[in-house]
């Protein structure tokens, strides 16, 4: 299995590391031959190559079986005249990764202040209020006068059905249950829309429960009965701020896994930024990219009928349970371990459990 692994800004590389080693203890433990090409994307790209993202990358990635993109400091790229591009658009956009999968779950060993969950957020990723890839030119994003901002949100019938159609089968496969969350009481004729193709795809599976939450109740749902919830669909910007929520009640921002899957390519990338807070201080959690790249294992065995990618996606997420069990963590989860040897931990388990 060829993987393109691309470690980004600020903790990006820290995390890297550490899933590669994990990576590779279950490529050991599963009989999974992995073949690894890194490359630079965001500031060290820019400065070496002018550009934050080369479009040579885009051939690489669509030869190989799927790739990991670290986080990338999305905020200082402001001119993509000047080569600051996000690499994120940039690959969802480009491959049509219109499917973000967040799968959000509490811990044995972990406080769980809103009681124990096991939910999955599934955002619609190319379109919706991100102006830089909801037109085919330009960007969604305009200053009329020095005064007056507007902002164009995008919502089309195939971007919602295939959505709609991702999360269905997920949910048939995991408890029957999906729930849209929309803002249809205010945003009527776009989330009206949204909210009425999920319910119709959702007439395709047998069986499936579906009921519906306004985006800003959900909040409060959430929060105080998240194991209501199963597989929960929703537009682009409020699946990205719904995860975060959920990854941080799971534990923290740093359990915050994250495939983005189309119909041939998928890239793994934590749900969480570049953190420039706690960049460089080898204290960063990977259990999110780690996750993220079990993901990319599962999506891609599933799709190949290689079983042994799929045991080592369950492997390397049971070790990361056994981990966190046994008090292996970083500090964002309670630990004391730095980030490399919260991976080796969890590389360690990989080969036990
Ligand atoms: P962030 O997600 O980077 O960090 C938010 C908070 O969570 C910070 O306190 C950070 O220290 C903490 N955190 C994040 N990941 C963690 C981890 N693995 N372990 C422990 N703690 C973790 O959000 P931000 O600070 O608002 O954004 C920083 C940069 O990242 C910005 O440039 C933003 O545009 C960019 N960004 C990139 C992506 C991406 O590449 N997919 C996503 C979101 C934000």
Redesign the pocket.
């Known amino acids: 299995m060829k993987l393109i692994v691309l470690p980004?800004?600020?903790?990006g590389p820290e995390?890297t590391t550490a899933t590669l080693a994990v990576l590779d203890a279950a490529a050991d433990r599963y009989g999974l031959v992995l073949e690894i090409d890194q490359h630079d994307v965001g500031h060290v790209s820019l400065a070496k190559h002018g550009t934050t993202v080369r479009p040579e990358l885009l051939d690489r990635v669509r030869r190989a079986d799927g790739f990991i993109?670290?986080?990338?400091?999305?905020?200082?790229f402001k001119d993509e005249s000047k080569g600051q591009i996000?690499?994120?658009k940039f690959f969802r956009k480009s491959l049509d990764l219109f499917a973000n999968v967040r799968p959000a779950r509490t811990y044995k060993g972990l406080k769980a202040p809103v009681g124990a969950f096991d939910l999955i957020v599934v955002r619609e990723n190319t379109e919706g209020f991100y102006a830089d890839r909801n037109l085919a030119q330009g960007a969604g994003e305009m200053l009329v006068t020095p005064d007056v901002a507007i902002s164009l949100r995008r919502i089309t019938r195939l971007c919602c059905e295939r959505v709609a159609h991702a999360a269905c089968a997920l949910a048939a496969r995991r408890r029957n249950h999906l729930t849209v969350v929309h803002k249809a009481n205010v945003l009527k004729i776009a989330d009206g829309m949204f909210l009425d193709i999920c319910r119709e795809a959702a007439t395709q599976y047998p069986g499936l429960h579906v009921d519906d939450v306004l985006v800003d109740a959900m909040m409060a749902h959430v929060v105080r009965h998240p194991a209501r919830f199963d597989v929960i669909v929703t537009t682009n910007m409020f699946g990205?701020i719904l995860s975060?929520l959920t990854a941080e009640l799971s534990g923290?921002?740093?359990l915050?896994g994250s495939l983005n899957a189309g119909q041939e390519h998928a890239m793994a990338?934590?749900?969480?930024?570049?953190?420039?807070?706690?960049a460089g201080q080898d204290?960063?959690?990977?259990?999110?990219?780690i996750l993220s790249a079990a993901q990319l294992l599962d999506w891609h065995g599933a799709r190949k009928g290689e079983p042994r990618a799929v045991e080592a996606a369950r492997g390397i997420e049971a070790a990361l349970s056994t981990a966190i069990e046994a008090g292996h963590a970083?500090r964002?989860l309670g630990g004391r371990l730095g980030t490399a040897e919260f991976g080796r931990s969890i590389a360690e388990f990989v080969g036990r459990v």
């Open positions: 980004g800004d600020g903790i995390i993109l670290g986080p990338t400091a999305t905020f200082d996000n690499p994120s990205d975060d923290s921002l740093g915050g990338q934590a749900a969480h930024g570049s953190a420039p807070d706690i204290i960063a959690n990977p259990a999110s990219l970083t964002d």
